[in-house]
């Protein structure tokens, strides 16, 4: 596993030794042993989500803010651009945004550690991700943050409106957001 530097502080890259041949190919989704010395401390994953979505469908921001998740997120099929917002008052990057590529064909997965928004727009037909969580969904600790709120200015690679759910539609102001020390 090769872990790629983002220049935000943990927010972190992860590409998976791929062993590819005319049958096919083979890599390790997931080793916990090897994932927690990449990213140097001890995580617990306690719940596996999976999400199909169509092609310009929009989830996020979302972050929990009693309960934080930190997130194992990779593509299975299709490709999506996933961002992350970092909403750490303490961070360097406190209020900047990350976005990339995540595919079934590139195969590399983003670990977005508690105290980060996340949310992703689908580019291809169909995509399914498939995400770790470091805790478990709490209702009641959800929050989202406006995919569109000006103050992020995130360039999400749009040329329509994309669709979004309602909760999404109301979701706050990254100036009103609760936040993170």
Known sequence: MKVISTGFPDLLLVEPEVFEDKRGYFFESFNHRDFERAIGRSVAFVQDNHTRSNHNVLRGLHYQIEQPQGKLVRIVAGEVYDVSVDLRRSSPTFGKWFGIRLSAENKRMMWIPEGFAHGFLVLSDRADTLYKTSAYWAPRHERCINWNDPDLAID??????????????????????????
């Open 156 to 181: 999400w690679p749009v040329t329509e409106p994309p669709f979004i759910s309602s909760k999404d539609a109301a979701g706050s102001a990254f100036k009103r957001a609760d936040l993170f020390a």
